[in-house]
């Protein structure tokens, strides 16, 4: 009698629950699992490993208020907040209220001429987007009532997740055409996309675990509307011990002048450090045997505000 080497079998030719094999068990498959290659696990043969391989230090210094900052482009990631068409194009949620635009639109050409050097210099971008859900379910009455009744001038038409008479869907609804990134700023691959649906990008989301998963520290401003949700967004990273730095110039606010002298002031007194675009471009390094990303210098260059005495 040949001994049996397979499972035993019923009637029906399948194999019988629970009887006993002789085969091995499959071994796990040897791989590298974590959010970063920096912060993962390895497997090898029947050992996990807990060791992360550390990153390498990339220091960059550039110059800043109220002083110098010398940050680690290998744990600094842009964060780029709002710029989406329901905020930024003339036919938005915004723009449908009667709302100027123009604003919102300032930092454009900036950010668009920063973030070829940034990408090339190997720094991350994340795109901080408003996105709220159709029924509105998780956003309080105060949110509800204050996108329904704007101070800024603009005309009670349409709250969140409702449609503009120009209908181009629900506003700030992730999938919709208000919540996707304006088209003169579309995010590369690579990039990461975080929405939230209050001022702070870091309530009741994803974003703080996103961040600490990539093993990124030091946060760097752009976006609209800088009174609102840049700044609730800075303030809470500094709360939660980011390294903040606002690019005054790659930011953009329909609220009056006063207010937007008033935010750069605050941070450089409570939360962190303010710069340009153009001060950041100056600092990173140009990749051997190219020049300057197309446009980069004169976006820059062109962009350069007249610094507060505040």
């Not at 080497?5 to 030719?13: C, P």
């Not at 744990?75 to 329901?86: G, P, W």
């Not at 030091?218 to 903040?244: I, M, P, W």
Request: hydrophobic fraction near 40%; include cysteine; charge should be positive.
């Amino acid at each position: 009698m040949t001994r049996r080497t397979s499972r035993a079998r019923t009637s029906t030719g399948q194999p019988e629950t629970g009887a006993p094999s002789t085969r091995a068990a499959s071994a796990p498959q040897a791989g590298v699992y974590g959010p970063a290659a920096h912060n993962a696990w390895t497997l090898s043969g029947d050992t996990v490993s807990l060791v992360r391989q550390p990153k390498r230090p990339r220091p960059l210094t550039l110059a800043a208020q109220p002083q110098a900052v010398r940050l680690d482009l290998a744990r600094s990631a842009l964060v780029i907040v709002d710029m989406q068409n329901d905020f930024c194009h003339p036919k938005g949620w915004f723009g449908q209220k009667g709302i100027d635009v123009r604003p919102m639109r300032r930092p454009i050409p900036v950010i668009a001429g920063l973030l070829p050097a940034w990408r090339a210099a190997g720094g991350a971008v994340v795109w901080l987007h408003w996105g709220v859900r159709p029924d509105r379910l998780n956003l309080s009455p105060t949110i509800q009532f204050k996108g329904r009744h704007p101070r800024d001038g603009g005309a009670d038409l349409a709250g969140y997740a409702e449609a503009s008479p120009d209908d181009r869907g629900l506003s700030v609804v992730p999938g919709h055409w208000g919540a996707q990134a304006i088209d003169e700023l579309p995010p590369a691959p690579g990039d990461i996309t975080v929405f939230k649906h209050r001022l702070s990008g870091f309530w009741d989301n994803e974003l703080d675990s996103v961040l600490r998963g990539q093993g990124l520290q030091t946060l760097l401003f752009a976006g609209v509307n800088t009174d609102r949700c840049v700044f609730s967004t800075l303030q809470d990273a500094g709360f939660l011990g980011y390294d903040c730095l606002l690019l005054e110039d790659a930011c953009g606010t329909p609220s009056p002048a006063y207010v937007s002298r008033a935010i750069p002031f605050i941070v450089r007194q409570l939360h962190g450090f303010t710069a340009t675009a153009a001060d950041l471009l100056a600092a990173l390094p140009t990749p051997r045997g190219s020049a300057r990303p197309d446009g980069a210098a004169r976006a820059a260059s062109a962009s350069r505000p007249k610094r507060s005495s505040t």
